[in-house]
Structure formats: C-alpha cells, structure tokens
C-alpha cells in the first residue's frame, strides 16, 4: 500500500510519519500532485495556523487537489480545520470539503484553558448512539456502551484553541467547555481534532483503522 503525507507548512508532520513507520509503513511525505493523486491513502496532518496554511496550500493549488482527491483521505488536527469552509483563525476561506465553521474555545470559567492541552475522552453521537452504530474509523474502539460508560470510553490526545462544532457528519464526540466534533466523515475524507500518533494504543487503531477503510474506487 502506498500512503502519502501531504507536505505543507505545517508543524507535527514528522510525528506522523514516525508512527506510519512503527506500524510498518514507510509513506511518501509530499506536495507533489500526481504523487497525492496516485497514492491508495492519503494524511493531512499538521499543527499551526489556518489562515498562513491556505495560503501555502493556494499558492501551490494543493487546496485544490485535495478537494479532488478520490482515496480515503485523513485530515488530522489543523488537517481536520482546513478541511472545513471557513476558519475563525485568520477570518479564512478553507478547502470546504465540510460545510462547517471553526470556531476559538472561548472559555466560561477560570480553569478553562486555551489552547485545550491533554487527555481527553471520546464518545459517539447521539444519531450513531441511537442506530448502535460506529463509523468504521472507530471500528473496536467506539461503541454505545462507551457512551454511556465514561469510565470506558477511549482515550486520546488533544493540543488545540479551535474547534469544529457537532454537525452532521460528526462520527466522535470530545466535550471542553462544550461538545464538538473530535472527528468527521464525509465521503472518502475522513477526520480528527486530535493527535492518533500521539494517543498510544488507541490512536494506532484508529491509524490502522484508516489503512483498512475500503477505497470505492476500486
């Protein structure tokens, strides 16, 4: 299988990478389009700013490969944000695969923090919890007893001040000063607020997870 990493300005992405490599896989860091087009999966990771991140990727049209891409594609924490419409960070116009709106953590009380750092736990939307149903990225992770059960739900790692609101393509719940999308999908794009790489056990199922998400074009 080849896996590319879509290579931009962008923080974090070597993690990534280190990760793919102690699952056995060796990917293809680039921004290189017929490379992003050719590969059976595809991660969009990074930390750092939307708004300087879009106009790296429109300078070099990957904004607009990426929106093409036919292969299950993972966006993962700011990949996640850039994916959406717009972002409040930077006031920017994003890739728009999701029409969903980022939003900065506005904190209600003193010990609420910004950027949300650490530990936190997932959980399935109320529809999935209601079908008794998972998203096949959560496949041995998620279920509807750890939705009720917090003492079992998974846990993952988190460093962000933006957030995506719940919306209708939510698949994982995480809740700081309010509930939020910790991941979406839509179609072939998949997504996470948080770390896999850095979220041990749990985050290399879900890494493995991605790997193994049948590619409708094939």
Not at 206 to 215: A, M, Q, S, T, V
Request: net charge negative; charged share 25%.
């Amino acid at each position: 299988m080849q896996v590319a990493i879509v290579k931009y300005n962008a923080g974090n992405i070597y993690s990534v990478v280190n990760a793919l490599r102690r699952m056995g896989i060796e990917p293809v860091l680039t921004d290189d389009a017929e490379a992003l087009k050719k590969a059976d999966r595809v991660l969009f990771p990074g930390q750092g700013h939307a708004a300087e991140a879009m106009e790296y990727l429109r300078a070099r049209h990957l904004d607009k490969v990426i929106r093409d891409l036919k292969q299950p594609v993972f966006g993962i924490c700011v990949g996640q944000q850039l994916l959406c419409k717009h972002s409040e960070e930077g006031d920017v116009d994003c890739i728009g695969i999701f029409d969903a709106e980022v939003k900065r953590f506005k904190p209600q009380k003193h010990e609420e923090k910004v950027p949300c750092m650490g530990w936190n736990c997932l959980s399935l939307p109320q529809a999935f919890q209601e079908k008794n149903d998972v998203d096949p990225l959560y496949k041995g992770i998620l279920s509807p007893v750890s939705f009720k059960e917090h003492e079992n739900a998974p846990y993952v790692y988190f460093v962000h001040s933006y957030y995506v609101p719940l919306c209708h393509e939510t698949i994982a719940v995480a809740d700081y000063i309010q509930p939020y999308s910790a991941s979406m999908h839509k179609d072939n794009f998949y997504t996470c607020q948080f770390h896999p790489e850095k979220s041990g056990v749990v985050g290399e199922r879900i890494l493995r997870n991605f790997l193994e998400i049948n590619d409708e074009r094939k």
